[in-house]
């Protein structure tokens, strides 16, 4: 304990690491103190207040004396949330904190992970990458809404971060239209998708998959749009899907994440009849 200035108040203090224990820029991260009270283990019943002072990897924060738990939220999503504590993975588990007038207590120090990954490289037929393809991962008992998406960089590589354990449906496509779209590893539904099953925290690399340029051949479309809330304000938390008519049936087509703005897009539709549902 290291005494400090304020005459009514306590501080906490700590840091936020990855699993290789490299600090992560605090700032980019919403720390959370819940000060304990209230009937049960609900956190969000218990009050709450946002972390306002960060420096190099470290945290820190002026508080009322009483106890209290941490809980570290990424605002940019890449990361899971966790509470401080030997398993910090729920409220019930976290480590309780005794707030003291005129102390600092140093937090147990909070690792952060990003779930299970899977990661993998986008070709084309010469074996060049493709950059901007869109991946999706679907569990592989529900194909309504992709539960993680990531895009291609330079070197035709994507990553899926933030998915549990478990069986995943992989779906490649091309936001302009030139090349196929395809499911892992070479099917044109999601019936007949291949499982990419990871466990607890695992890394799996290697999903690589090859489309094929069709840029010359049967047209296909592109359909934006925005979703807003009751206010008009750009709705950024929600999931489109596409459902495709073929006859007189309509199923799951594609899905994708709502990005900032409430902004949508679809990209490489072919011709045909669609609904959308938010």
Same mark, same amino acid.
């Given at each position: 304990?290291?005494?400090?200035?304020?005459?009514?108040?306590?501080?906490?203090?700590?840091?936020?690491? @990855?699993?290789? %224990?490299?600090?992560?820029?605090?700032? &980019?991260?919403?720390?959370?103190?819940?000060?304990?009270?209230?009937?049960?283990?609900?956190?969000?019943?218990?009050?709450?207040?946002?972390? /306002?002072?960060?420096?190099? %990897?470290?945290?820190? !924060?002026?508080?009322?004396? %009483?106890? /209290?738990?941490?809980?570290?939220?990424?605002?940019?999503?890449?990361?899971?949330?966790?509470?401080? +504590?030997?398993?910090?993975?729920? *409220?019930?588990?976290?480590?309780?904190?005794?707030?003291?007038?005129?102390? $600092?207590?140093?937090?147990?120090?909070?690792?952060?992970?990003?779930? !299970?990954?899977?990661?993998?490289?986008?070709?084309?037929? !010469?074996?060049?990458?493709?950059?901007?393809?869109?991946?999706?991962?679907?569990? /592989?008992?529900?194909?309504?809404?992709?539960?993680?998406?990531?895009?291609?960089?330079?070197?035709?590589? *994507?990553?899926? &971060?933030?998915?549990?354990? %478990?069986? *995943? &449906?992989?779906?490649?496509?091309? +936001?302009?239209?030139?090349? @196929? $779209?395809?499911?892992?590893? =070479?099917?044109?539904?999601?019936?007949? !998708?291949?499982?990419?099953?990871?466990?607890?925290?695992?890394?799996?690399?290697?999903?690589?998959?090859?489309?094929?340029?069709?840029?010359? @051949?049967?047209?296909? *479309?592109?359909?934006? +749009?925005?979703?807003? =809330?009751?206010? =008009?304000? +750009?709705?950024?938390?929600?999931?489109?899907?596409?459902?495709?008519?073929?006859?007189?049936?309509?199923?799951?087509?594609?899905?994708?994440?709502? &990005?900032?703005?409430?902004?949508?897009?679809?990209?490489?539709?072919?011709?045909?009849?669609?609904?959308?549902?938010?």
């Amino acid at each position: 304990l290291l005494e400090v200035s304020e005459a009514s108040c306590g501080a906490l203090t700590g840091s936020v690491v @990855e699993p290789d %224990g490299n600090f992560l820029l605090t700032e &980019r991260f919403e720390i959370y103190f819940y000060a304990l009270g209230g009937e049960d283990d609900d956190f969000e019943q218990f009050e709450k207040e946002k972390v /306002s002072n960060f420096d190099a %990897g470290q945290w820190s !924060a002026s508080l009322a004396p %009483g106890q /209290s738990v941490v809980r570290v939220v990424d605002s940019w999503s890449e990361w899971r949330s966790a509470w401080a +504590g030997t398993d910090g993975q729920t *409220y019930s588990t976290a480590t309780t904190f005794q707030v003291t007038k005129k102390w $600092t207590t140093q937090v147990t120090q909070v690792q952060l992970t990003d779930g !299970a990954r899977i990661s993998g490289t986008v070709t084309d037929s !010469a074996e060049a990458p493709i950059r901007g393809i869109t991946v999706h991962a679907f569990a /592989s008992e529900d194909d309504t809404a992709a539960v993680s998406d990531a895009q291609t960089n330079s070197r035709g590589e *994507y990553t899926l &971060r933030n998915l549990d354990k %478990g069986s *995943y &449906r992989l779906r490649f496509s091309d +936001g302009l239209g030139d090349y @196929e $779209t395809k499911w892992y590893a =070479d099917s044109e539904t999601f019936a007949a !998708a291949t499982d990419v099953v990871v466990a607890e925290n695992q890394a799996r690399t290697g999903i690589n998959i090859e489309l094929a340029d069709v840029s010359n @051949e049967a047209p296909t *479309y592109n359909v934006t +749009g925005t979703v807003v =809330d009751k206010n =008009d304000g +750009g709705q950024r938390e929600a999931q489109v899907t596409a459902f495709k008519q073929t006859d007189s049936r309509w199923s799951s087509y594609l899905s994708t994440s709502v &990005r900032k703005g409430g902004v949508f897009g679809f990209g490489g539709l072919p011709a045909g009849t669609y609904k959308f549902r938010v």
